[in-house]
């Protein structure tokens, strides 16, 4: 189909292109930009007039539940919530039930997903059999299977010698290796960071030290094998620090932040508030202005949504026992606006962290730019309109998030998957 | 965003905590207690403040001396008391908490006494009972997790008006687990409310939660140091579990630095007073010849806090 987008902003960060031209689309893919190219005649026109045109978003991080959690979301109901999102192409941790540690899940997964037409679906392969920390996974027929890097999720990986080998083996085929970094003993038992808060409220603590520690080792051994290494989900200053040290030291490092954490703090907790428990923990005040800092200076290359579906039942409990986790999908847009205007950051940097830097990361090229050539996968969206998050406006089959109720900035009107209208709000 | 435990006018809707509830309110229901001390002493018990309401006692930890307090309090008010020992129950089949509260409100509950494992559990309970527009059943926290143990607060705020009269010219330490202990957290709190100038926290640096100190309170780690000159010393229970492990070497150590013997009382006022939550363990964190002795009022606790949660209950149901 012969798609024109006309008279919106184009921001294409990884062309560094922040001005009103036109898209015109065919066969899926980008084919002119600015003029139209001779003989084009448009089977529809998108009329993007006061709204921003930029390339598909891509999340690092969406939790789809499937396979194994299928009563908290399905692909189906968190594809829809990825389009209402503008979210083009997602990374899917590994840690499903089973988990994505066998070429033949990896199939399935992928063959469910393309069945569905929607979103570009990557799975992110475990790094160990069962996210178990004990023997390491069929990484090259993974990556054949679809994997585009290897990961433990949120499972710690216990013991160093096989995060070292894992590392290793990794870095003979040139695979990316993404780890969120948590000691599996300093943070024990934890629920909430180790801090005056969690205090007053006799919540476990998980202190600072959970990340600055493994992460640590993690660099170090990145260091020594020559793995390319991703960090996701950063939650401290000194995380940070610590990374910028390494840079420092020369070792090609990347990392990530999820949208909650540029916005809340342990403080937001309040009277226990189940949709605050998170994981890693949201840290202090000083902490979240550090990531919000580093992520305007581009020490933080990019925010996901860590999307993270979970069912009522599970989030009404005391806030010890309820599931960690936030949804997302819906809210990657809004947060990383809300941050971008907050801490005026130019729209079309705030968008990098999200569509091209987040490409950058994740080895694709055939997403995150609308050059000439790319895959029309398009997102456009009122920057300026508000709108109110209520549990009726999420398409998610998950509804827990701490920003119910909060009116948030960019409402989607179209999203594009090489060049299908997949989701359509107009006013 | 609304304080779960106070009406929209400020009156106490549920006791949820110490922390953050008005010195007013703290002071109106250790004035309320006070008549109440002599109903024990009477011929006849009771009073017909809470006739017809029904109380129930859901405790999903196991508790002897808290439940049974609650269940003297309420009785001597006239209400009917139902005691549910959730830890052997529902929960082990598998129903929610929320379940759970739905369940008991069917069956009429005007108040729910609730202990529960997990910080913040009474105030989930609080929170559903708002969305589900039954706003006139109370919730009262006989213990959460670590975090608040209000009504032993209250009595220890009783016992020290009792035998010091004023606040604010006391100083206080509080000595032992303050990490894992509730019933610390609502004395702090409680303390510093009430203007107590100078609050002590004494113990090993395992023991003690961060950021103890922004709780306004002074950190100790040494006992000669941190009771000198103290008007009173409140004693921490340290639970069997983690007499030994990492955060302790062994419950001989922890006696021999921490435990409250006469020569480590000796620092305080003469006329200090000693008070602990009880169950006691002696010859852990304190000496017999001290729980015995003249400076401790820990029967005296025990009495007054049958009457401060006559106070609390009554003013939650009995208006």
């Known amino acids: 189909m012969k798609i024109h987008i006309q008279n919106g902003r184009l921001v294409d960060p990884a062309n560094k292109i922040d001005a009103q031209q036109d898209v015109f689309i065919d066969e899926g893919k980008v084919i002119a930009v600015g003029a139209a190219p001779a003989g084009f005649s448009a089977e529809r026109v998108i009329d993007a007039s006061g709204l921003v045109v930029a390339p598909g978003l891509i999340d690092l991080a969406a939790r789809l539940r499937e396979p194994g959690f299928e009563y908290r979301a399905t692909l189906e109901s968190e594809m829809e919530a990825a389009m209402a999102g503008g979210v083009t192409s997602l990374a899917c941790p590994p840690d499903t039930d089973p988990p994505l540690d066998e070429p033949g899940l990896v199939e399935m997964l992928c063959f469910r997903a393309l069945s569905l037409n929607c979103a570009h679906v990557y799975p992110i392969g475990a790094l160990t059999v069962g996210l178990k920390g004990e023997s390491i996974t069929e990484m090259a027929e993974l990556i054949e299977a679809g994997c585009v890097a290897f990961s433990q999720a949120n499972t710690p990986l216990v013991d160093t010698q096989v995060l070292l080998r894992a590392m290793q083996y990794a870095a003979t085929f040139g695979f990316r290796v993404w780890l969120q970094p948590t000691d599996p003993f300093l943070g024990k038992g934890g629920m909430a960071h180790d801090g005056e808060i969690a205090s007053r409220l006799g919540l476990t603590g998980i202190p600072v030290e959970a990340e600055t520690v493994a992460l640590s080792t993690h660099l170090k051994l990145a260091a020594a094998t020559g793995a390319k290494l991703h960090v996701t989900r950063l939650s401290s200053g000194a995380g940070l620090a610590l990374i910028d040290q390494a840079r420092a030291a020369g070792l090609d490092v990347t990392c990530d932040v999820a949208a909650h954490y540029l916005h809340l703090c342990d403080m937001d907790i309040g009277y226990f508030s189940p949709l605050c428990h998170l994981e890693p923990p949201l840290r202090s005040q000083r902490d979240r202005e550090a990531l919000r800092v580093g992520l305007a200076e581009g020490r933080i290359n990019a925010v996901c949504s860590d999307h993270t579906p979970v069912d009522d039942d599970a989030k009404q409990m005391p806030f010890g026992e309820s599931e960690v986790g936030a949804t997302g999908l819906e809210l990657l847009l809004p947060l990383t606006l809300k941050w971008a205007h907050e801490n005026k950051v130019p729209l079309i940097q705030a968008l990098a962290r999200v569509t091209s830097d987040a490409a950058g990361i994740m080895g694709i090229t055939k997403g995150g730019h609308l050059g000439v050539g790319a895959r029309a996968d398009v997102c456009v969206f009122d920057a300026a309109a508000e709108r109110v998050v209520t549990r009726a406006s999420l398409r998610s089959q998950g509804k827990n998030t701490p920003f119910l109720g909060v009116s948030l900035p960019g409402v989607m009107r179209y999203t594009l998957v090489e060049g299908r209208v997949m989701f359509e709000n107009t006013p | ?319």
């Open chain 2, 1 to 319: 965003m609304r304080n779960p435990q106070l009406t929209r006018n400020g009156e106490l809707q549920h006791l949820l905590t110490l922390d953050g509830l008005p010195k007013a309110i703290l002071e109106q229901i250790l004035d309320i207690a006070e008549p109440f001390t002599e109903v024990a002493e009477r011929e006849v018990k009771k009073l017909p403040l809470l006739r017809g309401k029904s109380v129930f006692n859901v405790f999903f930890e196991n508790s002897t001396r808290t439940r049974t307090t609650f269940e003297i309090a309420a009785k001597r008010l006239s209400a009917d008391v139902i005691n549910l020992n959730v830890a052997t129950s529902s929960t082990t089949k598998g129903e929610t908490l929320l379940d759970t509260v739905d369940n008991l409100c069917a069956m009429g509950a005007d108040m729910f006494v609730v202990r529960h494992a997990s910080s913040g559990a009474p105030y989930l309970m609080a929170e559903h009972l708002h969305a589900t527009k039954r706003d006139h059943i109370s919730v009262v926290n006989a213990g959460d997790g670590r975090h608040a143990h209000p009504t032993q607060g209250l009595l220890d705020m009783y016992t020290i008006r009792h035998y010091k009269k004023d606040f604010t010219n006391l100083v206080v330490a509080v000595v032992g687990d303050v990490l894992h202990s509730r019933v610390a957290r609502s004395e702090i709190a409680a303390l510093t409310t009430l203007g107590v100038p100078e609050v002590r926290v004494i113990g090993p640096k395992t023991l003690l939660p961060t950021g103890v100190e922004r709780m306004g309170v002074r950190v100790f780690h040494d006992m000669h140091e941190g009771l000198k000159g103290v008007d009173v010393v409140m004693m921490l229970r340290l639970q069997n579990e983690r007499m030994q492990g990492a955060l302790l070497p062994s419950s001989q150590e922890y006696f021999k630095v921490w435990g409250l013997t006469p020569e480590k009382l000796a620092r305080a006022k003469p006329d200090a007073i000693v008070l602990h939550p009880g169950p006691m363990n002696r010859g852990v964190e304190i000496d017999s010849a001290v729980a015995d002795g003249q400076n401790a009022v820990i029967l005296p606790q025990v009495t007054f806090g049958i009457a401060v949660r006559m106070a609390v209950m009554s003013m939650l149901a009995g208006g």
